[in-house]
C-alpha cells in the first residue's frame, strides 16, 4: 500500500457517459497530480493541484475537470466519453515539492465500450 | 510532449546479468528520478539524481547523470525475475507557482530465468 488510494479500480462504461475518479492523497501530501496512461501515448501529465488550488495544465481535454477538496482527496471528473479515452488514470502526491518523489496510486482502469 | 526518452523500448536478459537503461531530455532540469512499473500498477520511486550530482547508488541500483549531454543511466545490476518491470525516467521541472515531473515512455525490461 503506497499510501496513496484511488477508486474504483476499474470502470466500464458506455461513449457519451460522465465519470468520476477519486484520489485521496498519501498523509501530509499537499500536492495532487493526474496523468493518464495508453499504449500509445505513455504517461500523460493531465493536472497538478496544491493545498485546494490549481497549479498546473498538462494535456487535459475541456471535457475533463478536476478538483482538490478542503481535506485534500482530489477527483478528475471524465464527460462526453469517447472510446479513446480508454487509459489506466493514475493519481500522483508529493510534499511540498515534487523534488523528492511522487507516490502512485494503483489507478483506474477505464474502458469505455 | 515527452521531455525524456528513455532507450532502449524494450530489453531482455538473462537472470543474473546486468541492465542498463538511458534516458535523454532536452531541457535544464532540477532533478531527474527513476521509476518502476509492475505490469498495470503505480509507478513506484526507485532513486533521484539532483542537477549538481553525478552518480547515485541504492542498493543494486546505479545512476548517472551528465547535464552537459542532458542524459542519464540506469544500471541494475545481478538482475532478478522479480526486476521485470517498466522503467520510466522522470525530470522535474518547477515554474509560475508549478513543480511536477515530465516522464518518458519507458523501457520495458524483460528479465529470463
Known amino acids: 500500500d503506497s499510501g496513496v488510494t484511488q477508486t474504483p479500480k476499474h470502470l466500464i462504461t458506455a461513449t457519451g457517459q460522465r465519470v468520476t475518479l477519486r484520489c485521496s492523497p498519501r498523509?501530509?501530501?499537499?500536492?495532487v497530480y493526474w496523468y493518464q496512461q495508453s499504449l500509445d501515448q505513455g504517461l500523460q501529465f493531465l493536472i497538478q493541484?496544491?493545498?485546494?488550488?490549481?497549479?498546473a495544465k498538462g494535456n487535459i481535454l475541456e471535457r475533463f475537470s478536476a478538483q482538490q477538496f478542503p481535506d485534500l482527496h482530489s477527483e478528475l471528473n471524465l464527460s462526453s466519453l469517447e472510446l479513446g479515452d480508454s487509459a489506466l488514470y493514475f493519481c500522483?502526491?508529493?510534499?511540498?515539492?515534487?523534488?523528492?518523489?511522487?507516490?502512485f496510486g494503483s489507478g483506474t482502469r477505464l474502458t469505455v465500450v | 510532449s515527452q521531455q525524456g526518452e528513455e532507450d532502449p523500448q524494450a530489453l531482455s536478459i538473462q537472470e543474473g546479468e546486468n541492465a542498463t537503461m538511458n534516458c535523454s531530455y532536452k531541457t535544464s532540469i532540477n532533478n531527474l528520478q527513476w521509476y518502476r512499473q509492475n505490469s498495470g500498477r503505480g509507478l513506484v520511486h526507485l532513486i533521484l539524481?539532483?542537477?549538481?550530482?553525478r552518480e547515485k547508488h541504492s542498493g543494486r541500483l546505479r545512476v548517472t547523470l551528465d547535464t552537459s549531454k542532458k542524459s542519464s543511466s540506469l544500471l541494475i545490476t545481478a538482475s532478478r525475475a522479480a526486476d521485470t518491470a517498466s522503467y520510466f525516467c522522470?525530470?522535474?521541472?518547477?515554474?509560475?507557482?508549478?513543480?511536477?515531473?515530465?516522464f518518458g515512455k519507458g523501457t520495458h525490461l524483460i528479465i529470463q530465468p
Open positions: 539524481i539532483r542537477s549538481n550530482e
Open positions: 500522483a502526491s508529493s510534499g511540498q515539492t515534487s523534488a523528492y518523489g511522487y507516490t
Open positions: 498523509s501530509g501530501d499537499l500536492s
Open positions: 493541484y496544491y493545498n485546494g488550488e490549481e497549479r
Open positions: 522522470a525530470t522535474g521541472y518547477s515554474g509560475g507557482g508549478a513543480d511536477g515531473l515530465t
